[in-house]
């Protein structure tokens, strides 16, 4: 199936550091969701777009919804060693409202 | 966090047995969905549910089989576990909100080890 390009696939940075990760689909998307899964738990969500252009904040995470409709990239800043885990792109096409299309995931790791 | 709990959280069986995974949601949220997760591939939808009795397949439903006979359960069955079938199972799940936009919300999962 189908499948977001989600880079980077990892990451390890100091903390208090900012940290950008990005999305990108072959199709127009009309949802984009940010999740993050700690070790052994289920996916958490972070925040929804639903809106091309949309920018969207949850304390220091900040997202946005591409122009394109292709893209989405989510922002962490001032990050803190709780931020380590997985973070997952996510999205509906327009061919399929109800099926989420996901990345890979990106790993963070943060440096105390 | 949404109501949704997901048993056994934990499990170990033989090849050949059969196994039922369940996902039980306090939401009454109409769509349930069971994803597995394992290294290099992410989360692959096996199954969902778009109310009761009414499911449809995902992309990886070879070998599996979903029932939902009240909104709040929904079962995931293997037939006859094969080792393959070894990963955590999640279940979500979803209901079109204000943006009319699919939001989907996940359990703790499952672990399942098939030896």
């Known amino acids: 199936g189908q499948q977001l390009n989600q880079s980077p696939q990892s990451m390890f940075i100091q903390e208090g550091e900012d940290v950008s990760m990005n999305c990108t689909s072959s199709?127009?998307?009309?949802?984009w969701l940010w999740y993050k899964q700690d070790p052994g738990e289920g996916p958490v969500l972070l925040i929804a777009?639903?809106?091309a252009g949309e920018l969207t904040s949850n304390g220091r995470l900040t997202a946005q919804f591409g122009i394109t409709r292709k893209d989405s990239f989510l922002n962490i800043s001032a990050s803190i060693p709780s931020d380590v885990g997985i973070y997952f792109c996510?999205?509906?096409?327009?061919?399929?409202?109800?099926?989420?299309?996901w990345g890979l995931g990106t790993s963070l790791a943060v440096n105390p | 966090d949404a109501g949704i709990t997901q048993s056994p959280r934990h499990k170990v069986t033989e090849t050949g047995t059969p196994v039922t995974l369940r996902c039980h949601q306090t939401?009454?949220?109409?769509?349930m969905y069971w994803y597995r997760q394992d290294p290099g591939h992410g989360l692959r939808l096996i199954h969902y549910?778009?109310?009761?009795?009414?499911?449809d397949k995902g992309e990886v439903s070879d070998g599996y089989s979903v029932s939902r006979s009240k909104t709040e359960d929904f079962l995931l069955t293997l037939e006859s576990a094969t080792s393959s079938q070894t990963s955590v199972y999640f279940c979500?799940?979803?209901?079109?909100?204000?943006?009319?936009?699919?939001?989907?919300?996940f359990g703790p999962g499952t672990r399942l080890l098939v030896l």
């Open positions: 979500a799940i979803s209901d079109l909100g204000a943006q009319r936009q699919e939001t989907q919300y």
């Open positions: 939401e009454n949220h109409r769509y």
């Open positions: 549910s778009y109310g009761v009795k009414d499911t």
């Open positions: 199709s127009i998307f009309n949802t």
């Open positions: 777009l639903y809106k």
């Open positions: 996510a999205g509906t096409d327009a061919g399929n409202n109800r099926k989420l299309i």
